[in-house]
């Protein structure tokens, strides 16, 4: 498809990533990723999708978010590896894991004594988007809800953020349960951040390669 904007030669075929593309991409998108959890973890908030859940079951059990992400992770990722391909499911798991790696890593690595509501919301939801968003580029998501969305997407057409949207929206009524309203509400706005890259970015069509 092709925009009315565009020059004759952007609406030729995009060519396909290379394995150095692929590669970087997937390191860019990890990095956002675990960067957005970190900032969150340190505010006491949660998102949506498979961060929201493991950083609501690190407030709930103690446990550290870092393993939670993959181990959560692991009937979503079938479901990748069933739904979306092989090749999808293979870079879910690895990514997953990867990310659990660098949200250790972070968490070591930046000494952060203290953080605003505001600050780890709006910085941590958006970096979290736009990993999720570098993934999705790359053929990859970070499993849970993610791919589900993309799921969606490819085969209805619906927008991948406002389908995340509606799961987020249920995780939240779960979160109530166990977090201050000022939590759930500044987890809301980091919720809409990291919403927001996806429905402004992640349209089909829109980028070549």
Same mark, same amino acid.
């Given at each position: 498809?092709?925009?009315?904007?565009?020059?004759?030669?952007?609406?030729?075929?995009?060519?396909?990533?290379?394995?150095?593309?692929?590669?970087?991409?997937?390191?860019?998108?990890?990095?956002?990723?675990?960067?957005? #959890?970190?900032?969150?973890?340190?505010?006491?908030?949660?998102?949506?999708?498979?961060?929201?859940? +493991?950083?609501?079951?690190?407030?709930?059990? @103690?446990?550290?978010?870092?393993?939670?992400?993959?181990?959560?992770?692991?009937?979503?990722?079938?479901?990748?590896?069933?739904?979306? @391909?092989?090749?999808?499911?293979?870079?879910? =798991?690895?990514?997953?894991?990867?990310? @659990? #790696?660098? #949200?250790?890593?972070? *968490?070591?690595?930046?000494?952060? *004594?203290?953080?605003?509501?505001?600050?780890? +919301? &709006?910085?941590?939801?958006?970096?979290?988007?736009?990993? &999720?968003?570098?993934?999705?580029?790359?053929? =990859?998501?970070?499993?849970?809800?993610?791919?589900?969305?993309?799921? #969606?997407?490819?085969?209805?057409?619906?927008? +991948?953020?406002?389908?995340?949207?509606?799961?987020?929206?249920?995780?939240?009524?779960?979160?109530?349960?166990?977090?201050?309203?000022?939590? &759930?509400?500044?987890?809301?706005?980091?919720?809409? +951040?990291?919403?927001?890259?996806?429905?402004?970015?992640?349209?089909?069509?829109?980028?070549?390669?």
């Amino acid at each position: 498809m092709s925009y009315p904007d565009q020059h004759p030669l952007q609406a030729q075929a995009a060519p396909s990533h290379n394995a150095f593309d692929d590669a970087y991409g997937l390191f860019i998108g990890i990095l956002f990723a675990a960067m957005g #959890v970190s900032l969150l973890a340190r505010g006491g908030l949660i998102t949506g999708g498979i961060a929201g859940m +493991a950083l609501l079951g690190s407030f709930v059990t @103690g446990y550290a978010p870092a393993p939670l992400v993959p181990l959560i992770n692991i009937p979503f990722i079938l479901f990748s590896f069933r739904a979306m @391909g092989r090749t999808f499911g293979l870079k879910t =798991a690895l990514v997953s894991l990867a990310i @659990g #790696v660098g #949200v250790s890593a972070i *968490s070591r690595s930046l000494d952060v *004594s203290g953080i605003s509501n505001a600050f780890a +919301a &709006i910085a941590g939801g958006t970096f979290l988007g736009m990993g &999720i968003l570098c993934l999705a580029r790359h053929n =990859a998501s970070m499993g849970g809800t993610s791919a589900l969305t993309l799921w #969606v997407q490819r085969r209805s057409g619906i927008n +991948a953020g406002k389908v995340q949207l509606a799961f987020d929206l249920a995780l939240f009524c779960v979160a109530a349960a166990y977090l201050p309203l000022a939590k &759930i509400l500044w987890s809301a706005l980091g919720t809409f +951040a990291m919403n927001a890259m996806l429905i402004a970015w992640h349209k089909p069509g829109r980028y070549r390669g």
